[in-house]
């Protein structure tokens, strides 16, 4: 319930916050983790995500978010699909590489197979979205990707976290 007998608050002609402050403050919303990766005529390509949703029950779909000049933003585009695969609790590893090392070094590690779109999909991942690009929106220095989720797996582990700029394994469950 609002209060609404409170009187207004005052407005304050505050500068916006400034992207570094902004980066430093969403060290602390903790988030899941996830390898975004595509295949197709534009290549092989992947990256470590923390910034993915679910958007829709009807139809299955969700959104994630990328560096619009990143080479693996520019391949989901050419390739109309991708694969969501967040990561299980043991993989805090593969997230590393796909964050640090070389794109062509990227799948060296992990086991790799298919679903319906063709996008590289990783065993033992806590989910795997297999979508069809149904949308992108532009906002800054960020593509945010819709997809359509046409096949999916589970695995039932716990999930990899991020929060603080360390990788996490959820912990007690905290009821309200």
Known sequence: MYNTNSKPRPSHAAAPPSGDAFVHAMRFAGTGVSLVTTDGEAGRFGATVSAMSSLSKAPPSLLVCLLSESRTARAIHANRHFCVNVLAAHQASLARGFASLPLEQRFATGVWHTLASGAPVLERAASCF???????????????????????????????????????????????
Do not use: K, P, Q
Request: aromatic content about 8%; overall charge negative.
């Open 130 to 176: 297999d979508c069809r690009l149904a949308r992108t929106v532009e906002h800054g220095t960020h593509t945010i990707f819709i997809g359509e989720v046409e096949a999916l797996t589970t695995s039932g582990g716990a999930a990899l976290y991020y929060h603080d700029g360390r990788f996490h394994i959820a912990g007690d469950v905290v009821e309200a």
